[in-house]
């Protein structure tokens, strides 16, 4: 039976905790923002039964429910108590960097409401000490950007365990307009079309001789190889860059056959490359 995982993501206003927090609920964790400290024993109650099953938790906590940081030792005791592993993720910058971005961002520290930034920011420091004390995870986010800091949280906090980036194939028809979460659009027209072959026209493109008809020649051939090596050469840069879900739309005239062809055989490839993989075909069936 395994143990159920509690991450406290913490550290000072303006060091990326929303990001962090984004980047472990795309990891598959079960998010709580600003929940005050002693409620979260019982909020894990909630989410499942204690220390055994359900998701991972990561919860955000912060100087917004600062006058409850005081009974922070007795909180983490009764999380440990119950069975949960625990980590402590700490988030920091530098001075000078986080006065930069609520400059930027023209935010109020939460501890500056009437003062100078830099005041409210050595404040936060003196609240936050003992969480920081505790700290297993630390994280400097002074120097990296968004993606950066994304990254180097999955990989501290999940390790080999991260969650690969879900791939969603998709066919769709030119004449119904082109999907506008696509990421990726490849036309296939160029195609021989079994639109105008007598007994396929019916058919879709999951169908093995509309496959065959697009895809069983030389420019078909040529075509997925191509497309599986440029596949194989994004993915994994798409991920570096923090992408959690990636959609791929291939298109025909009208959706029904060679763009359907085309996803099913990249299926196959492509899941046995071990892709997350899923596959939807929009248009197949309309008229």
């Known amino acids: 039976m395994s143990v159920r995982r509690v991450v406290i993501i913490t550290g000072l206003s303006g060091s990326g905790k929303s990001c962090a927090a984004r980047a472990l609920e795309d990891a598959g964790f079960f998010v709580i ?3 005050p400290l002693p409620l979260l024993p019982q909020c894990l109650g909630l989410t499942g039964l204690e220390g055994t099953t359900g998701p991972d938790i990561a919860a955000v ?6 006058k ?3 009974e922070a030792d007795e909180t983490l005791h009764a999380i440990r108590q119950a069975g949960y592993r625990l980590d402590i993720l700490f988030l920091d910058a530098a001075d000078e960097v986080i006065g930069r971005r609520f400059s930027e961002t023209r935010r109020r520290h939460p501890l500056a409401a009437n003062e100078q930034v830099q005041q409210g920011i050595g404040r936060e420091r003196v609240v936050l000490l003992e969480l920081q ?3 297993n995870l630390t994280i400097d986010s002074s120097f990296l950007t968004p993606h950066q800091l994304r990254d180097q949280v999955v990989r501290l906090v999940c390790g080999d365990r991260a969650a690969p980036m879900s791939v969603l194939l998709q066919s769709f ?6 999907p506008t979460e696509s990421n990726l659009v490849l036309d296939v027209r160029f195609l021989p079309n079994p639109h105008f072959v007598p007994g396929l026209r019916e058919l ?3 169908n093995e001789q509309v ?3 697009a895809l069983d020649n030389a420019l078909g051939r040529a075509f997925l190889d191509k497309t599986i090596d440029l596949l194989a050469f994004l993915l994994p840069e798409y991920q570096r860059e923090g992408k959690s879900y990636l959609t791929v739309s291939i298109g025909c005239t009208g959706g029904r056959h060679r763009s359907v062809a085309v996803v099913e055989r990249l299926r196959l490839r492509l ?3 071990g892709v997350r993989l899923d596959v939807a075909h929009r248009d197949a069936t309309r008229k």
Not at 61 to 66: A, E, K, M, T, W
Not at 173 to 178: I, L, M
């Open 204 to 206: 879709t493109g999951q």
């Open 68 to 70: 409850f940081l005081t």
């Open 173 to 178: 028809g030119f004449r119904f307009g082109v």
């Open 61 to 66: 906590i912060d100087v917004r429910s600062r």
């Open 33 to 35: 923002d600003n929940i």
């Open 211 to 213: 496959a065959a008809f």
């Open 133 to 135: 004390r505790q700290a």
């Open 271 to 273: 899941k046995a490359e």
